[in-house]
C-alpha cells in the first residue's frame, strides 16, 4: 500500500470517528430549531439529582455514557431530573448488560412515597432473554412495567444500543422500541383504572397520578447505559 494511499485510509477513518463522536449527546440543527434539548451533555450528570434529592454517587460519565453503578438496589440510586415535564416526546439510547434489569420514568413525584415507582409509570428495560426468572408479560423491555405489555418488540443485541421513544400528549402514552410502537394507552381511562385496580398497583393510590413530574432513570439491578437523551416539549 503507497503512502497516499495509506493517508487516504487514515482520514477515512479519522473521520469516521470523528462523525460518530460529534453525533453523540448533541442535537441537528433541525432538531433545535424543532425545540428538542439534550437533557444529558455527555460530560456530567448536571440537571439530574437522586430521588427525593441525594446527591448523585455511584453513576459514572465514561466516554460520553452514563453508568449507573452496576449493582444497585430497589431505589437507592435511582436519578430524575430536575426539571418537570407534561407532554414531550423522549429519546433515549440505552444498552444493558446480562441480568441487568433498569427502566426509564416520567412524572415522577418526588413527594409520594419512598421509592421511584410508586410515582411515575415505568418503561422497562431488562435483559428480556437472559433473565434468570420468569417473567410476567408486562416486565419486558418496552413495557408500560406491570401494566401493559409491549408487542412486536423487539430488543437488540446487548452490546448494540436500542433506541427508546417515548410520547406523552395529554393522557394519550405511545412507547417505542427500535422504531416500532410497542404500547399505546390512556392515562386515567377506564381500561387504566382497571389494570391499576387489580394489579401490582391496587395499593399504591397515588402511582401514575400525577400530570407532570421529572424523568427518571433506574438503578435497580446490574448495569445500565445510556446516551443520546433528549427531548422536546408538547405544547
Known sequence: MNRQLLLFVFFALSMGVFAQNILINSLTENEKKDGWRLLFNGKNPDGWKTFQGKEITGWKVID???NNSGVGSDHGGDIVTRE????????????IAPKSNSGIFFHVNEKIGKAIYESGPEYQLIDDKGWPEKLNDSQ???????????RNAVV??????????IIVNGTHVQHYLNGV??????LWD????SRKENGKWKDFPYYGMAKKGQIGLQDHGGLAQFRNMKIKVIK
Open 181 to 186: 410502537k410497542v404500547v399505546d394507552y390512556y
Open 156 to 165: 437488540k443485541n446487548l452490546d448494540e444500543w436500542n433506541q427508546t421513544r
Open 84 to 95: 418537570k415535564f407534561q407532554s414531550f416526546e423522549l429519546y433515549i439510547e440505552w444498552k
Open 190 to 193: 377506564n381500561d387504566w383504572k
Open 64 to 66: 460520553g455514557v452514563l
Open 140 to 150: 419486558y423491555s418496552g413495557a408500560n412495567y406491570a401494566m401493559h405489555a409491549p
